[in-house]
């Protein structure tokens, strides 16, 4: 089935670890974005990109990396994990100037 | 700065019963509104959306209507059902044209439905 694809579902790292979050969607949209989830406080965006080679920064984009080599991907990188990022992450996609933001399933990061 | 503001929760509602879930917004500018619904386990997935002021948006039985003038959009279903349990987010935009973009969520409102 179409639609954005993330792995791992769950992931516990140490403190001080990296890891990558996987993106991928097989729509070809545009724009593609990165959230993370916290107990009551809803979604807050961490990056974003528009494009391929083109990614900027949401409201919460410390300690988290990404980059856009091709329209489909766009992977999350915690260069150095602290239990602050302790969360569910979810990547979404939409087209550019129209249309719906799809989400994925969700990533759930415990850092210990 | 731009904000959305739910009602708290958990709602807990019988079977057939009305549902309102209070929506307000802060923005500079005129956003488009959006609601999204997350089933147990599973990530977000659009419920309506409103793109203008006195828009109504409605899906599945669910109804929220733009009012620009007291900065809201309510979510309304005149009789859920325990499928509907769920946690219910509001969110608004300045993406281009309508396109979504940038969404800026609410906290979330968790409705649990008894039979």
């Known amino acids: 089935n179409a639609g954005v694809t993330q792995t791992p579902k769950f992931q516990v790292l140490k403190t001080g670890q990296s890891m990558t979050l996987q993106c991928a969607q097989d729509?070809?949209?545009?724009?593609m974005s990165w959230y993370r989830q916290d107990p009551g406080m809803g979604l807050r965006l961490i990056h974003y990109?528009?494009?391929?080679?083109?990614?900027d920064q949401g409201e919460v984009p410390n300690g988290y990396n990404v980059s856009r080599s091709t329209t489909e991907d766009f992977p999350l990188r915690l260069l150095s994990a602290a239990p602050s990022q302790t969360s569910v992450y979810f990547c979404?996609?939409?087209?550019?100037?129209?249309?719906?933001?799809?989400f994925g399933s969700g990533t759930r990061l415990t850092v210990v | 700065g731009n904000s959305v503001t739910q009602m708290e929760g958990p709602v807990t509602l019988s079977e057939e019963a009305f549902l309102t879930i209070n929506c307000t917004y802060t923005?500079?500018?005129?956003?488009?509104l959006f609601w999204y619904v997350q089933y147990p386990g599973e990530g977000l997935q659009l419920l309506l959306k409103?793109?203008?002021?006195?828009d109504k948006g409605s899906n599945k039985g669910f109804e929220a209507t733009y009012r620009k003038e007291t900065t809201s959009f309510h979510l309304e279903k005149g009789s859920v059902q325990v499928s509907d349990s769920a946690v219910y987010f509001c969110?608004?935009?300045f993406g281009y044209g309508g396109s979504q973009g940038n969404l800026i969520f609410g906290k979330g409102t968790k409705l649990s439905v008894k039979p």
């Open positions: 979404a996609s939409s087209p550019t100037l129209t249309g719906v933001n799809t």
């Open positions: 729509m070809n949209h545009e724009y």
């Open positions: 990109s528009v494009g391929a080679g083109i990614t």
């Open positions: 923005a500079t500018g005129y956003p488009s």
């Open positions: 409103a793109t203008k002021a006195d």
């Open positions: 969110a608004l935009s």
